[in-house]
T-cell receptor, first 112, second 114 residues
């Protein structure tokens, strides 16, 4: 079973920030938080990952709470092309445990 | 390198037939994964290779399923005696050992068993 819980769906207005929450209360000390997204009819796409500190890249920012039991993915200026299912996953460094366990994710709809 | 390639993109087959899918990972990636995804669900892990060695298999991988990666490069996934319940998207992903940049997925093969 997935070790994360996410809301099934969210809406966001185009140009606004999209904040996608994820709970991972049973995360262990050496597990990372990964985010992927899946646009319709494509394979999942890696977005960002983090361990303890907040992270930012060209796609998004990842905010992890101090107790590491939850995190938020932030798309600062959502566009229509960001409409996708977003998956929050916990995994060991480099996926050394062999596989990713996906939940059902959050379906983000960006509306004009 | 253009990423992870999967072939074919779509396959329609009659129940009871055998099908084979191919995955070409990113060339320097030594780890290769197969996932299955049904409508409305997240991808489910099937099996994993490190180089040519198959290191892990899910309970989902019944006796009718077999995967190979003979030279540690491309991989094939074969389903024998297909059933309607095998209809799904079959995804391949690759990654390298010792780096932490996530998995790169292919676009998948959509199988429809009629």
């Amino acid at each position: 079973d997935a070790k994360t819980t996410q809301p099934p769906s969210m809406d966001c207005a185009e140009g606004r920030a999209a904040n996608l929450p994820c709970n991972h209360s049973t995360i262990s000390g050496n597990e990372y938080v990964y985010w992927y997204r899946q646009i319709h009819s494509q394979g999942p796409q890696y977005i960002i990952h983090g361990l303890k500190n907040n992270e930012t890249n060209e796609m998004a920012s990842l905010i992890i709470t101090e107790d590491r039991k939850s995190s938020t993915l932030i798309l600062p200026h959502a566009t229509l092309r960001d409409t996708a299912v977003y998956y929050c996953i916990v995994d060991y460094y480099g996926g050394s445990q062999g596989n990713l366990i996906f939940g059902k994710g959050t379906k983000l709809s960006v509306k004009p | 390198d253009t990423g992870v390639s999967q072939d074919p993109r779509h396959k329609i087959t009659k129940r009871g037939q055998n099908v084979t899918f191919r995955c070409d990972p990113i060339s320097e990636h030594n780890r290769l994964y197969w996932y299955r995804q049904t409508l409305g669900q997240g991808p489910e892990f099937l099996t994993y290779f490190q180089n040519e060695a198959q290191l892990e298999k899910s309970r989902l991988l019944s006796d009718r399923f077999s995967a190979e990666r003979p030279k540690g490069s491309f991989s094939t996934l074969e389903i024998q005696r297909t059933e309607q319940g095998d209809s799904a998207m079959y995804l391949c992903a690759s990654t390298g050992t010792g780096h932490n940049y996530g998995y790169t997925f292919g676009s998948g093969t959509r199988l429809t068993v009629v």
